[in-house]
C-alpha cells in the first residue's frame, strides 16, 4: 500500500476514532476508554503489521470467550478481532505487493493441499443442509488460513521472527498456566477441579491439554538450538518444564498419549531407525490387533477403571470402553459421524453442521449418562471423522493430506537444512504437530482460536523455512 494512501487512512481512522470516543464521554460510557488502545492497534495494522503478528501470538492464550446473547456466537477476544482484521489486510497486500517468493508460496506442495482444502469446504458449504451454519463456518477457517498460513509464510521469512512469534505464544501460555495451578492447587488440585481450572481461558481441560503437548517439543527445541543464548535456554528449560508439569495436572488423557507418541516419533528420528523398519513394527502390530481383536476388546471391555486422581489408575481408564462416560460418549459421537457420512458420503451435511444434525443418529446402544437426544453437546471429538460426516470422504482425505504433507516439509527440512537452527526449531515443531494429529483421533479444536492459531502458525512456519532453505540452495 502506497505510503499517501496509508497516511490519508490512518488520519481518517484517527479523525473517526476522536469523535467516536467524546460522543461515548459524552453518554457516560466509560469503556471509551479502551478507545485508545484500539487506536495503537489501527497505527500498527498500517505501519507496523509485524506487531500484529506478535499480539495475535500473546492474546490468544488470554483471550476469553464471548457468547452473544442475539445472536449465539461466540467470539473470541482480542484475538479474533485481530485475525479479521489481519486477514484483511493480508488480502489487501496480496493484491497490490509483488512479492519474489509468491510464486514458491503458491506452488509449494502444503499451499496446494490448502487450496483443495479450502476449496472444498466451499463445495460442501454450498451444498449444506444448513447453509448459513456452514458459511460461517467457512468464514472462520478462512480468518485462521489467510492470515497465519499464508501472511505467516511473509512475517517468517523474516531474520528472528519465527523466534519472537513462538516465544510471545509460550510466556502468554505460561501466565494462564500459572492461573490454573493457582485455582488448581487452591481446591487441592482435584480431579474434578483440574477440568475446570483454566476457565475462562480454555474451555475445558482437553483444549488446554492438547496445547501444552504440542507447545513441550516446541520450547524444549531452543534448549537444543546452538542459535539460543545461555539465558533462552535456561528460560526454554524452565518453560518446558512448566508445560510439562502443567500437563500433568491437566488430567487429559489423550493429551499425554499425544505426547508419547511425539517422543517416540522422535527417538525413530534421533537413533535413525529406518523407515521400513518402523512399517514393519506397525504392519506387525496392525496383524496382530486384527488377529487378536475380539481378545483385545474383550479386555477392554472387563477394564472397569474409571478415570482417577492416581496417575497409574487414570493412565488405566484410556482402555475403558465399559463403563468411562467420557470414553464411551467418544465412541456414541463416532458411530454417529460415521453413520452420517453412510447416508451423505460424498458431500456430507456441511461444515459446522455436526453438532446440529448428530442427535438422530445415535444408537440407543451407543448412548452414555452424558448423551443428549437434542444433539446440543459439542463436536465429534475427531478431527478425522468431524469432516468425514460433514464434508464427506474428501473432508477426510484432505485433513489427513494436509498433516502428511506438513509433516513431510517439517523432517525435509530437519533432514537437508544447512542451518542447525533451522533444523532443530523444525524438529521440534513437527514433533509439536504430531502431538495434535495424534490428539486429532479423540478431539477437534480447529473451530477455535486457542488451537488455530498455533497449528496454521505452525505449518506456515515448517513452509517458510523449507522455502528459505530452497532459495539458499539456488543462490
Known amino acids: 500500500m502506497k505510503p499517501n494512501l496509508k497516511n490519508t487512512i490512518f488520519y481518517t481512522v484517527t479523525f473517526l476514532f476522536i469523535l467516536l470516543n467524546l460522543y461515548l464521554v459524552y453518554k457516560n460510557m466509560y469503556y471509551g476508554i479502551l478507545l485508545p488502545i484500539g487506536l495503537v492497534v489501527v497505527y500498527f495494522f498500517f505501519f507496523k503489521f509485524d506487531i500484529i503478528y506478535l499480539l495475535i501470538a500473546f492474546a490468544t492464550p488470554l483471550s476469553v470467550n464471548l457468547l452473544s446473547a ?25 493484491i497490490l505487493s509483488k512479492e519474489e517468493n509468491m510464486p514458491q508460496i503458491a506452488k509449494h506442495n502444503v499451499s496446494k493441499v490448502i487450496y483443495f482444502y479450502l476449496g472444498w469446504i466451499f463445495i460442501t458449504a454450498c451444498t449444506s443442509q444448513l447453509p448459513i451454519v456452514s458459511f460461517k463456518s467457512l468464514a472462520s477457517t478462512l480468518w485462521f ?27 502468554a501460555l505460561i501466565i494462564v498456566v500459572f492461573y490454573t495451578l493457582y485455582v488448581h492447587g487452591s481446591h487441592g488440585f482435584s480431579k474434578e477441579v483440574g477440568h475446570w481450572a483454566m476457565s475462562p481461558f480454555y474451555n475445558d481441560h482437553t483444549a488446554y491439554g492438547a496445547i501444552l503437548a504440542l507447545f513441550i517439543p516446541v520450547v524444549f527445541a531452543f534448549l537444543f538450538d546452538k542459535k539460543s543464548s ?57 496383524a496382530l490387533f486384527y488377529v487378536y481383536q475380539f481378545q483385545i476388546l474383550d479386555k477392554m471391555q472387563k477394564n472397569k477403571q474409571d478415570s482417577s486422581e492416581n496417575f497409574t489408575e487414570h493412565v488405566r481408564s484410556i482402555s475403558n470402553i465399559s463403563s468411562d462416560a467420557s470414553n464411551l460418549e467418544r465412541i456414541n459421537r463416532w458411530q454417529a459421524a460415521i453413520s452420517m457420512f453412510k447416508e451423505k458420503p460424498l458431500f456430507g451435511f456441511g461444515p459446522g453442521t455436526y453438532q446440529f444434525e448428530y442427535a438422530p443418529y445415535q444408537r440407543s446402544m451407543d448412548k452414555t449418562i452424558i448423551s443428549t437426544n437434542f444433539g446440543n453437546m459439542g463436536n465429534a471429538h475427531s478431527e478425522y471423522l468431524g469432516p468425514l460426516s460433514e464434508q464427506g470422504l474428501l473432508g477426510l482425505v484432505n485433513f489427513t493430506l494436509l498433516a502428511i504433507f506438513s ?69
Not at 442475539?70 to 496480496?94: K, R, Y
Not at 498419549?257 to 514393519?280: C, N, P, Q, T
Open 407 to 475: 509433516l513431510i516439509t517439517g523432517f525435509r527440512v530437519y533432514k537437508k537444512s544447512e542451518n542447525q537452527s533451522d533444523k532443530v526449531i523444525a524438529l521440534g515443531i513437527s514433533l509439536g504437530l504430531i502431538t495434535y494429529f495424534v490428539h486429532g483421533f479423540l478431539n477437534n479444536f480447529l473451530d477455535t482460536d486457542k488451537l488455530s492459531v498455533p497449528f496454521w502458525s505452525l505449518i506456515s512456519i515448517l513452509v517458510a523455512l523449507d522455502i528459505k532453505r530452497k532459495s539458499e540452495i539456488r543462490n
Open 145 to 171: 488460513v489467510i492470515p497465519l498460513y499464508f501472511g505467516g509464510l511473509f512475517y517468517f521469512q523474516k531474520k528472528n521472527n519465527i523466534r519472537y512469534f513462538l516465544w510471545a505464544h509460550t510466556i
Open 230 to 286: 545461555k539465558i533462552e535456554k535456561f528460560f526454554a528449560l524452565v518453560a518446558g518444564s512448566i508445560l510439562v508439569v502443567a500437563l500433568y495436572f491437566s488430567y487429559s488423557r489423550a493429551a499425554w498419549v499425544s505426547l508419547i507418541a511425539a517422543i517416540g516419533v522422535f527417538a525413530i528420528v534421533i537413533f535413525r531407525i529406518k523407515f521400513r523398519w518402523v512399517l514393519v513394527i506397525f504392519v506387525s502390530f496392525a
Open 70 to 94: 442475539s445472536t449465539g456466537n461466540n467470539l473470541s477476544l482480542p484475538s479474533e478481532l485481530l485475525l479479521i482484521g489481519a486477514a484483511a489486510f493480508v488480502i489487501f497486500h496480496a
